[in-house]
């Protein structure tokens, strides 16, 4: 297969095995971040050249993992597969009406060690090509505010990234998603694991109504904490514990308010 051309003018295309055809009549509707994470072992590799590490995987064919785009430290932007084709992105994950991630978003990888490596600041650069990039991908596509989502977002029990310290809020005032300010951490009421009832149902449908892969059980269960540690990690990042204090569930209540209203169906 030949490379094609870019899609966009903010980058060149470096071409990644790891791809195959969207489903026919796919609707790509969503924009996933990723970062690409610290290997085990390849830590010398990357402390000698991280992008070059995260782009050697990218396009190992061994590895089956890929994505539309990466973005280096510096602000480069490579294209790895077209918008077109079916990236090996997201893996097992949801969000809405969607169960196969793959097939209906973009996905970007943003070098950064990630939680291995102790989650370091996303370097301004890096994060202006990023904005640059959603900008020109969601304008194109008609990608929602609401659809610009973490991995996290759609996998909580197996992925933390971009992580807690990734400026969605920088992201927000650029034009960039859906956020709103986190409501001030507060002593208070506190949903946990183990607890059970009628608040535990209400909060498992605030986070379902809002996207979130989550069954209403009314039972405070270990995917409800992963659920919730992924809103925290997402939405109000200065404490990501899984607890729903007051905090969280006014934040979530805050941004579901936000959202744009749904036109009815004629």
Known sequence: MNAPSADTTVCEFVMSPNQGERPQGACIDTLLLHY???REDALSAWNADPFGEALRWLINPKAEVSSHYIVDLDGRVFQLVAEDRRAWHAGRGSWKDCADINSC???IEIVN???????????RAQIESVITLCNDIVARRGIAAERVLAHSDIAPARKA????????EVLFHAGVGHWVKPVEITDGARLMLGDSGETVSRLQQQLVRYGYGLSVTGA?????????????RHFRPMQVDGIAD??????????????PE???IA
Do not use: M, N
């Not at 060690?113 to 600041?121: I, V």
């Not at 405070?220 to 925290?232: G, I, K, N, P, S």
């Open 36 to 38: 690409t994470g610290l």
């Open 105 to 107: 978003s973009i996905g």
């Open 113 to 123: 060690t990630g939680h291995a490596g102790g989650l370091p600041p996303y370097p």
């Open 161 to 168: 990234d971009p992580g807690e310290h990734f400026p969605w």
């Open 220 to 232: 405070y269960d270990e995917a409800t904490l992963q659920c919730v540690r992924a809103f925290q």
């Open 246 to 259: 007051i905090s969280t569930l006014a934040t979530l209540e805050s941004l579901l308010a936000a959202l």
């Open 262 to 264: 749904q036109k009815p």
